[in-house]
């Protein structure tokens, strides 16, 4: 089947890409005391140079003290780091591609492996991370309005250094989505509620909040989940009204993308059509969305984590999807991260020179 439609031009307000393939968020810890380094700048640009028609950077978190569980991981805020970053978007754009940074909360988190923890304990709705296990503090009023304003900063000083776009990260279990879950979010306030309607609150005021700092002409990408790290099979919305009653708030606030992340593109998220969940949040709101999971692997992402190796897939029923107008964007994890030249490949047809992935990939910055 021809890859064709993967090469077609897609524009959206701030957006004007040469082609449909995005370069999915991948956390990297490459970046000592949360500074974006040289060979961070070199890694992004690699890619651009390969052509990826747009690439979101790893999750990179705001200004609050426990907004991480990693010392490794990048900022977005900060003078240091927003230079490492200035860096990183300049480099970007000189090989023709286009970029955004992937805003992030981590929430309450598991203690990092390192045993690096923040200067103060996590924060969530209920101290929860998962049903059963309290690890950090319950969030007051003023701790939610000042992690709101610190979204809106970190937009704005993506918008301002040059970035083309902003994705916030709502899906995976972290802070955006441990307010959606009713496992995580127990609180009795306006923040809570019974039903997953009422807990896209803090959500929608979010990215209310990062739509006043960045414009109405900026793109603003969500990345949302069904599933939980800790329950890989739960649906946060069960049915289609369900899923209406999530998302539609989301695009009424002002999401312009949203970003539908499944472990395996291809697998139906209702019963009775073949639609996956990007397909399905396309359809309910009329939006524009990213079809994301196992793209062009044989197995998926956590099977990675766990050492798992996967080989090149065909990419047919990818196409068939996207010819039938299912989704408008196909982002690219692995592959991209193991080979930088994935997308040439793809648009040359040189199926035989792809890579497999093995775990090892996810511990360097892969440059050629």
Known sequence: MSTDSLFAPFALKSLNLKNRIVMAPMTRSFSPDGIPTDAVAAYYQKRAEGEVGLILSEGTVINRPSASNDGNVPHFYGDKALVGWQHVIDGVHSA????????????????????????????????????????????????????????????????????????LHGAHGYLIDQFFWDGTNQRTDGYGGKTLAERTRFGVEVIKEVRRRVGEDFAIIIRLSQFKPSAYDYKLAANANEMEAWLNPLVDAGVDILHCSQRRFWEPEFEGSDLNFAGWAKKITGKATITVGSVGLSGDFFGAFAGESSQPSSLDELTRRLDRGDFDLVAVGRPI?????????????????????SKEALAELVME
């Open 337 to 357: 991260l193991a080979d930088p030249n994935w997308t040439k490949k793809i648009k040359a047809g040189q199926t035989e020179e792809l890579k497999g992935f």
């Open 96 to 167: 023709g591609s286009q970029m955004g940074p992937q805003i992030w909360h981590m929430g309450v988190m598991d203690n990092h492996h390192s045993g690096w923890v923040p200067p103060v304990p996590f924060e969530g709705p209920s101290g929860l991370n998962r049903p059963g296990n309290n690890n950090g503090s319950a969030m007051t009023t003023k701790d939610i309005e000042d992690t709101i304003l610190a979204y809106g900063q970190a937009a704005a000083d993506a918008k301002r250094l040059g970035f083309d776009t902003v994705e």
